[in-house]
C-alpha cells in the first residue's frame, strides 16, 4: 500500500503487471488526489474468482489484462473507474460498465510505432530465416538459407487502425504492395501515402505473401483466422500475429504449419499465456514465439504509464493531471 497524505478519498486496485515496479513513482501525485492504492499479486492477469474476492473493497481499478466479467462488476458496488493500461479491453464487460455507472478507460494508439517495428522485424526475420541463421552459428554451423525478398511482395493487414497504419507506413516504405481490411474506411490520406488497397477478409488471405493480425478481439474476429484462411494463404505464405492469440485458431495453425500449408508465423501472443512449454509451436523451425511484448520499450510504457493514471485520476476526481 502507498503511503498518503492527507485525508483518503478512494482506495484503487493496481493489477497490471507493467506498471508494478513503477507505481510508486505516482504515490505522491495519486496522494494528493486522495487516492490510495493496494498492489496485486499477479503474475500476467487476475482470474474472475481472484475478482471476485479482491475488488468488492475498491473504488476503482488500474487494470491489466484481467477477466473483469458482468459478474466481477455486479459483485463491486464501489467501483466507479475502470483505467485499462494499454490498448486491449476484451477482457472487460462494457455493457455491465455501462449499467453500473463504471467509467472505462483505455490508452489507444499509445503503442502504434513499438508494435510496428516488431511486426517488420518479424517480416524480415521469417522471410530472410534469420533466427534459424543466429541459432545454427552459434552452434558452430554455417547455415546459409535462400530468402525471399519483400521488395514486390504483397502485405496484408488485417485491422487498420493506429498500429495497422504505421504497418502499412513501414511496409510500404520496403517496397511491397499493401492491402488492408478494415470494418471501417480507411482514410484517403493514407492511400494516397501508401497506396494501400482496401480489401476483403478472403481476399487479402488470398493474395498476400504475408499477412499482419493488428485488429481487435470480438465476436466477429475471434478465430477468424481458422484451416479456410490459412488454406487461402498458402504454402508461401507468412502469417504475424501481435494482437490476440484467440484471432487465430492456434490447433488450426499448428497443422498448416506441420503439413507446410503456410511458410512460417510469427506470434507475439497466444490463446493460452504463457505459452505451455509442450506446446507443438516451440519444436519448429519455421515459426519466431514472443512473449506478449511487441509494444514494451521504455518510451511506450513511460507514456502509458502516464496515461493510465492520468486517467484513472480523472475517473475517480474528474480533474486530469498534467503528466
Known amino acids: 500500500m502507498a503511503p498518503t497524505d492527507g485525508e483518503e478519498d478512494y482506495r484503487v486496485l493496481v493489477s497490471c503487471p507493467l506498471i508494478l515496479d513503477a507505481i510508486d513513482d505516482y504515490a505522491d501525485l495519486l496522494g494528493s488526489y486522495g487516492i490510495a492504492y493496494d498492489v496485486a499479486d499477479v503474475d500476467q492477469q487476475l482470474d474472475e474468482d ?42 472487460i464487460d462494457f455493457a455491465a460498465a455501462e449499467e453500473h455507472g463504471v467509467r472505462v478507460f483505455n490508452t489507444p494508439g499509445a503503442f502504434a510505432d513499438e508494435v510496428a517495428d516488431t511486426v517488420l522485424g518479424y517480416a524480415v526475420m521469417l522471410t530472410r530465416e534469420l533466427h534459424r ?37 513501414r511496409a510500404a516504405a520496403l517496397g511491397t504492395d499493401v492491402l488492408g481490411h478494415d470494418v471501417r474506411e480507411i482514410p484517403g490520406e493514407l492511400r494516397e501515402e501508401t497506396g494501400i488497397e482496401p480489401v476483403g477478409r478472403e481476399e487479402l488471405f488470398e493474395r498476400s505473401d504475408v499477412v499482419s493480425l493488428n485488429c481487435a478481439l470480438n465476436d466477429e474476429t475471434k478465430g477468424m483466422v481458422d484451416a479456410d484462411a490459412l488454406e487461402r494463404l498458402g504454402p508461401e505464405g507468412y502469417l504475424i500475429n501481435t494482437s490476440r492469440g484467440e484471432l487465430v485458431v492456434e490447433a488450426d495453425l499448428i497443422a498448416a504449419l506441420e503439413r507446410g500449408r503456410i511458410a512460417g508465423a510469427a506470434l507475439d501472443v497466444f490463446e493460452t499465456e504463457p505459452l505451455p512449454p509442450e506446446s507443438p509451436l516451440t519444436g519448429m523451425d519455421h515459426t519466431i514465439l514472443g512473449s506478449h511484448n511487441a509494444q514494451n520499450t521504455e518510451e511506450a510504457v513511460s507514456r502509458v504509464h502516464d496515461r493510465a493514471v492520468a486517467n484513472l485520476v480523472e475517473g475517480l476526481t474528474g480533474e486530469r493531471p498534467a503528466l
Open 133 to 169: 541463421v543466429d541459432r545454427e552459428v552459434r552452434e558452430g554451423n554455417w547455415y546459409c538459407p535462400r530468402g525471399v525478398s519483400l521488395a514486390g511482395r504483397t502485405f496484408g493487414i488485417v485491422g487498420v487502425g493506429s498500429i495497422g497504419s504505421a504497418v502499412a507506413r
Open 50 to 91: 481472484e475478482l471476485l474476492d479482491l475488488l468488492p473493497d475498491y473504488d476503482g481499478m488500474l487494470a491489466g489484462d484481467d477477466e473483469l466479467t458482468a459478474r466481477v462488476i455486479e459483485a463491486s458496488p464501489r467501483l466507479s473507474v475502470i483505467a485499462k493500461w494499454g490498448i486491449g479491453t476484451d477482457g
